[in-house]
């Protein structure tokens, strides 16, 4: 079974600049997470989808952040524009509904570094 | 907000030495969770505990659900290079979210 995939797997960017990540997730799985995680820090969530509606977008900086997931399976996430303080790795995770448990699958993530 | 606290932040032992890592918040949380994640890679899951007072076993892994469901703690005995990463806390809470602590770096030196 294939993992999560994500594109790409590194990005610079000047401030102020716009970039869009993509992300792939496991086949059949209807749930998927966007989590930035800041260098020394733990992921902390963005965004959460069920197929193609948002559950939960409460802690993303809507000024300048977007995400979407339009036929419920490939998500993009979008900055635009960019702040220094932006620089982080971002990473995506998937599961299914039917899981009784909290467990994810994370892809690899995009280091984002904004100079 | 749920807040999981790690400790230590940094730890860095010789290869064949034992160490714990804790992992500490005021909130139940319904399942705890422990990842490892390797530079340029996303965290993958190690164990889920669900039940206060839980132990589970990994190889030369030992994790803990504390009891009263709000705390958790990672064991590794004999630690050799290979267990080298960044070990990361979460628990598991509503809408199947999880809070994730600010993870301990582990350095094992040959």
């Known amino acids: 079974e294939a993992g999560v995939a994500q594109s790409p797997r590194y990005k610079i960017i000047e401030k102020r600049q716009s970039v869009a990540f993509w992300c792939n997730p496991i086949s059949g799985h209807a749930t998927l997470y966007w989590y930035q995680q800041i260098l020394g820090q733990g992921p902390k969530l963005l965004i959460q989808f069920q197929n193609n509606g948002v559950v939960d977008d409460s802690q993303l900086p809507k000024d300048r952040f977007s995400a979407e997931r339009l036929k419920g399976v490939d998500s993009t996430l979008k900055i635009q524009p960019a702040k220094l303080e932006d620089s982080a790795v971002y990473l995506c995770?998937?599961?299914?509904?039917?899981?009784?448990?909290?467990?994810?699958?994370f892809g690899p993530g995009t280091r984002l570094t904004v100079t | 907000t749920q807040l999981l606290e790690q400790s230590p932040q940094f730890l860095s032992i010789q290869e064949g030495e034992n160490l714990t890592v804790y992992c500490n918040s005021s909130s139940v949380f319904s399942s705890l969770q422990w990842y490892r994640q390797e530079p340029g890679e996303g965290p993958v899951l190690l164990v889920t505990?669900?039940?206060?007072?839980e132990v589970k076993k990994l190889k030369r892994l030992t994790f803990q659900f504390g009891d009263a469901r709000k705390d958790s703690s990672l064991h590794i005995t004999a630690a050799q290079p290979g267990d080298t990463g960044l070990y990361l806390c979460?628990?598991?809470?509503?809408?199947?979210?999880?809070?994730f602590g600010s993870g301990t770096q582990l350095t094992v030196l040959p």
């Open positions: 505990v669900v039940t206060g007072g």
């Open positions: 979460a628990g598991g809470g509503s809408a199947r979210q999880l809070t």
């Open positions: 995770a998937s599961r299914k509904i039917q899981d009784a448990g909290h467990e994810q699958y």
